[in-house]
């Protein structure tokens, strides 16, 4: 079965500098890949989304890049700012919405202002 | 849209009791997952449904735990009996069929004394 394993497991970034989170997954068949951020006490809330099809998405300070041969998927957050502080959490699946998700173990990013 | 809604939010019980966690889906959505969260394992999926029938347990660690979903808005899991190592946080999540990403609920916390 799908196995993803994700990298660092703690990050701490200045405010204002980059972020990045790492990921890899084992199964090939794997074509959509979610990530979500959970706050402390909250629900994990997606943030940004790709498909295999494509090698790199944005979403204003957020970016996502896929490299399917190599297996491996990053998240990319730019200007971080002291809310982006969170548990972020990738996951790998055969197709969107209607599958099982497999998910990382996840990355708790500290902002430091 | 109120979103997923699941109930109670926190649950604590002594251990031998049966405990009954909810969840109500966005309305439209056709498939229902419920994950488990630890610090340990992470995010792990349990059971999801299409259209109100299981179609894969197998995350459902045994067989003291039980899933339902008795119709396109109402979903439950039952613990039967409940173990201290049962204690973590239980999401349900619900998703549309050619839709992108999960919508969580707010969790149930529960813990087993």
């Known amino acids: 079965g799908e196995n993803v394993e994700q990298h660092p497991s703690t990050l701490s970034v200045q405010e204002g500098d980059s972020a990045v989170i790492k990921c890899t997954y084992s199964d090939s068949a794997s074509n959509y890949f979610p990530w979500y951020k959970q706050e402390l006490g909250k629900r994990p809330q997606l943030i940004i989304d790709i498909r295999s099809n494509v090698g790199e998405k944005k979403d204003q300070r957020i970016a996502v890049t896929l490299n399917k041969t190599a297996k491996h998927f990053s998240l990319h957050i730019t200007e971080t700012q002291p809310e982006d502080s969170a548990v972020y959490f990738c996951?790998?699946?055969?197709?969107?919405?209607?599958?099982?998700?497999?998910f990382g173990t996840g990355t708790r990013l500290k902002v430091l202002a | 849209d109120a979103g997923v809604i699941q109930s109670p939010r926190h649950e604590v019980t002594e251990m031998g009791q049966e405990v009954t966690l909810r969840c109500k889906p966005i309305s439209g959505h056709d498939y229902l997952f419920w994950y488990r969260q630890t610090m340990m394992r992470g995010l792990e999926l349990l059971i999801y449904f299409n259209n109100n029938v299981p179609i894969d347990d197998s995350g459902m660690p045994e067989d003291r735990f039980s899933a339902k979903m008795p119709n396109a808005s109402f979903s439950t899991l039952k613990i039967q009996p409940s173990e201290p190592r049962d204690s973590a946080v239980y999401f349900c999540a619900s998703s549309l069929t050619g839709g992108y990403g999960y919508t969580f609920g707010s969790g149930t916390r529960l813990t087993v004394v």
């Open positions: 996951a790998a699946a055969p197709g969107p919405g209607t599958y099982k998700y497999i």
